[in-house]
């Protein structure tokens, strides 16, 4: 019913910057929160930074200064610009969105994860 689509992962050096982005479509009514994840491997999935519907943003301490979130409501998409890259940051990132479906059902979709490797 929600399918999410995510881009602009790959290899990049480090100090260098990468943006991602992740579109919504389907039965959408309206989207409240939209928020990028990252897993590494060997461990859990973390909060990178949220968004809210009135762009009010949220950041796990460890990226503030160096990624920054936003959204583009008439495209459903939400972005994830990160600079200054570290190898540390090498995760498959997730993009998450919440919101209703027409019908006034809640809803609550990931997307498929893109691979962000740092290393020289």
């Known amino acids: 019913q929600v399918q999410l689509v995510e881009s602009g992962g790959g290899l990049v050096q480090p100090g260098g910057s990468l943006r991602l982005s992740c579109a919504a479509s389907?039965?959408?009514?309206?989207?409240?929160?939209m928020g990028w994840y990252r897993q590494a491997p060997g461990k859990q999935r973390e909060l990178v930074a949220a968004i809210t519907g009135r762009g009010i943003t949220n950041y796990a301490d460890s990226w503030q200064g160096r990624f920054a979130i936003s959204r583009d409501n008439a495209k459903n998409t939400v972005y994830l610009q990160m600079n200054s890259l570290k190898p540390e940051d090498t995760a498959v990132y997730y993009c998450?969105?919440?919101?209703?479906?027409?019908?006034?059902?809640?809803?609550?979709?990931w997307g498929q994860g893109t691979q962000v490797t740092v290393s020289s």
């Open positions: 389907g039965i959408i009514l309206s989207i409240n929160r």
């Open positions: 998450n969105v919440e919101g209703l479906l027409t019908g006034i059902r809640s809803f609550s979709s």
